[in-house]
């Protein structure tokens, strides 16, 4: 396989194309294990044909040690209805720190046009070796997100009292957010930073957009779950529960939720929670665009 690699890919085309920008999410499904004394450690890349060369796009974060991985990283590109855009979704076994793309084990590739993913919403193929041969059981979930609400969501969270899951130390948690599919189920849409060794982390404040996290609905249910990071992958559930951007959002300075463990709360009638997570703060704005500011008649002059 020839791959050219663009250290700042761009896509061509300018404001007056017809488009719209396009999120998209990918989880994998029975990927090849190439790794000897675990699993493999896949990470995804996207590739767009540009004059002819497939040209690297992004790639995902890596899933150690997983042969089912949810990425949180988004793909975010311009959908122009006009073209017919190419593009592969290529995964790897990441063996190496390097950046070379050759020096970590192929796992499967699937390519299609962006308007076969959009047009779909969400699609489920087979992944296909450089032979063309099945890569094994492994599948590829693209699902397409038109980004057509500007609005942004921007979070500060924090943890007090959570359980403690290292047998040596406190535990090194971290939060994954999920909204609900069509078909009902819950699809990652971001993972927070791991923090370190305590029970009571403080995580960056970070910001999705609004239409990514709950569909732009700010009354639809969201899932959050707590866990203690492995770095073998196997990492330790904490809790979880439901809430809403209504929720979050309260007016009160901060707002608290029970941080529950299902299993623990059906053994244990004295069981309370397993932390409390904290909404420190949560703040909507909207994301404006170059291209916003003209339609909207701010004008600038310029050569």
């Known amino acids: ?27 994998g499904q029975n990927l090849l294990d190439r790794d000897v004394t675990s699993k493999s450690d896949p990470f995804c890349v996207l590739f ?8 690297e796009i992004d790639r995902t974060e890596t899933a150690v040690n997983n042969l089912n991985p949810a990425f949180s990283k988004k793909f975010i590109v311009d959908y122009r209805f006009e073209e017919v855009q190419k593009l592969k979704f290529a995964l790897f076994d990441q063996d190496k720190s ?23 919403k969400k699609v489920t193929r087979a992944l296909l070796l450089g032979n063309g041969k099945p890569a094994g059981k492994g599948m590829i979930t693209i699902a397409a997100q038109e980004l057509l609400d500007n609005r942004v969501i921007t979070l500060s969270m924090a943890g007090r009292k959570l359980d403690k899951k290292d047998l040596f130390g406190k535990s090194d948690p971290f939060l994954e957010f999920y909204k609900q599919g069509d078909d009902g189920k819950w699809m990652l849409v971001h993972r927070t ?25 700010i009354e639809k249910q969201i899932k959050i779950v ?61 994301d404006y665009s170059f291209l916003d500011y003209i339609l909207g008649g701010c004008q600038l002059m310029f050569t």
């Not at 767009?48 to 040209?55: A, H, L, P, R, S």
């Not at 390097?98 to 779909?120: K, N, P, R």
């Open 193 to 217: 930073e791991v923090i370190k060794y305590t029970l009571d982390p403080v995580w960056k404040p970070f910001t999705v957009p609004l239409i990514s996290l709950c569909d732009g609905d």
């Open 1 to 27: 396989m020839a791959y050219t690699i663009s250290p700042t890919p761009s896509v061509p085309g300018g404001t007056q194309d017809c488009v719209c920008r396009v999120e998209l999410s990918v989880c």
């Open 98 to 120: 390097s950046m070379q793309l050759y020096e970590h084990d192929f796992l499967g590739e699937f390519s299609c046009t962006l308007g076969t993913i959009v047009s779909s």
């Open 226 to 286: 707590c866990y203690d990071y492995d770095s073998d992958g196997g990492h330790d559930f904490i809790g979880e529960f439901q809430t809403s951007v209504v929720m979050m959002c309260k007016d009160a300075s901060v707002v608290e939720f029970e941080c529950i463990n299902p299993k623990k709360q059906k053994k244990k009638r004295s069981y309370k929670n397993s932390g409390i997570i904290i909404v420190k703060s949560c703040k909507i704005t909207r």
């Open 48 to 55: 767009m044909e540009i004059n002819g060369k497939w040209t």
